[in-house]
């Protein structure tokens, strides 16, 4: 079973649905760069062979026993790294878009900054390849969108190549946005006065099976982050209120 070991305990997380095709690769990518440390994939209920690659590849698995998309799964990797003691949670995707070369800078970041949070930006040296137009778009729209509730610029609010130290972990192990959750999360760490930095990383084409972002579902992804973004503002604005008044 996973384990919290050492000064500075760091723990991979990889959320993953149906992606038998990609994620022994993944995992074994990141064992490669970092042979020591443990590794979570969070399966969403597959309905492949996802778990049993997982495992061979020498991951631990946290089976999942309904589908609760991205943010469910992400929840209770955070979730379980709070009940075991990890300082540190790095997540990557299961698709192998991410490089795993890149995690000892986030790793690094975190530590030396302090801050909460720590992005792996496809867009502050690469460029941002292998981004679909449309997502490209999207990212400028919600850029512009965060922009004034930051009160700074995000490169690649919707990366999903994040890690986080165990304040972050505290309070996603208790509540985490379950749909789309990136930029929603950003919003709330903007909430608690958490801070956040950006680094270079590099975005790979698939290895396996297709994004479930498909351009139908750009203006449900658009509506439902804006609604969680709007509800946000808002609890921080009756948290502010409620602290001047006591």
Not at 148 to 158: F, K, Q
Not at 183 to 193: C, K, P
Not at 225 to 240: A, P, T
Request: with cysteine; glycine share 8%.
């Amino acid at each position: 079973m996973i384990k919290a070991t050492g000064p500075d305990p760091l723990m991979i997380l990889i959320p993953a649905f149906n992606e038998e095709g990609a994620i022994e690769s993944v995992v074994r990518e990141v064992l490669d760069v970092l042979p020591n440390i443990p590794i979570l994939v969070v399966d969403d209920c597959s309905t492949d062979g996802t778990r049993d690659h997982a495992l061979q590849a020498g991951a631990d698995v946290l089976s999942l026993p309904y589908h609760l998309g991205l943010g469910g799964g992400v929840q209770a990797g955070y979730r379980l790294a709070f009940e075991l003691g990890f300082s540190y949670v790095i997540r990557i995707d299961g698709d192998g878009q991410h490089d795993p070369r890149d995690i000892p800078a986030i790793f690094e970041k975190l530590k030396s900054s302090g801050c909460q949070m720590v992005i792996g930006s496809r867009f502050l040296n690469a460029g941002g390849q292998h981004t679909s137009f449309w997502r490209k778009l999207g990212i400028l729209f919600f850029r512009a969108v965060l922009r004034p509730i930051l009160d700074r610029e995000v490169h690649d609010p919707t990366s999903g190549f994040v890690g986080v130290n165990k304040e972050a972990i505290a309070v996603f192990a208790k509540s985490f946005p379950l749909e789309y959750p990136e930029i929603e999360a950003l919003v709330v760490l903007q909430r608690r006065r958490f801070r956040f930095e950006e680094v270079p990383s590099q975005m790979r084409k698939r290895q396996a099976g297709r994004s479930s972002i498909t351009p139908s579902k750009s203006v449900h992804y658009i509506i439902h982050v804006l609604l969680g973004v709007f509800v946000n503002i808002l609890k921080y604005g009756e948290r502010r209120t409620k602290l001047k008044n006591d």
